[in-house]
């Protein structure tokens, strides 16, 4: 997908950011963001942030900000082991990452296969970022952050596509390496800065309390601004989330005059 179809307008009011997505989308789930930084001393400066005491998962440190809306603020030191820090950047993607011996049995029949999987996950280089952060959008916290953050339910989901798609159209194309699928989200998000779409894996559902029927959204928050203009236009066609059932019995010619001008 091309860049071009993001935002240049500069996000002064994140409040009114959120309360445009949860206006159309009544999303359950705080939106959040996510930032990197070169320095640590630069992440512990973000206002009324919390560093962890304990050791997690990225998805933990993601679930803290999206569940309970937190601000926290990690290095490579606080997460469980390199699947996680190498997706974001803080871990090199070395010979033993790539190996993926530590999958093989468990998430994939052989070592080749394992490999293979490590081989084609998206993540941030190495070598730039010492710490990462996650906050609730709506604090401006983390102004700006990198990029943000959004569950939402398969039918909230494809209402916020329709909603970027309305201006500037572009087929929008996903990836999914199944386990690890944060690759998918916001470590294909942080590497190209494009919108990125991922079916949440089992470690984010059992780690991070995401719940069974929610896709997560990693997208610069540029583009956030179009698709909420969007999302007002679709409204003002009938087009909303939620999406009323028309009955699988009815004569479907009324409703598709309507909605497909047929």
Known sequence: MSRQIASDRTITDWPALVDGLNRFLRLRTTPIGMKMFELVAEMEAVPRIRRPSAIHTTDQIVGQACRNGWTVGITAEDLVGAQCSTVIGLHPRNDKWLSGEHMAGVWFETVEDSSRHQHQMDVVDYGRYEAMAVSPLANGRLDPPDIALIYATPAQMIIFINGLQWTGFNKLNWSCVGESACADSWGRALRTGEPSL?????????????????????????????????????????????????????????????????
Do not use: Q, T, W
């Not at 995401?210 to 997560?216: I, K, P, S």
């Not at 999302?231 to 010619?253: C, E, F, K, T």
């Open 198 to 262: 991922s079916i949440p894996c089992f470690a984010e559902r059992r780690y991070g309390g995401v719940m069974e029927d929610e896709l997560l959204m990693a997208i610069p928050p540029g583009f956030l601004p179009k698709v909420i203009d969007g999302l007002d236009h679709l409204s003002r066609n009938g087009l909303r989330y939620p999406i009323a059932p028309y009955g699988v019995n009815n004569d479907a010619r009324a409703g598709m005059g309507v909605s497909y001008g047929s």
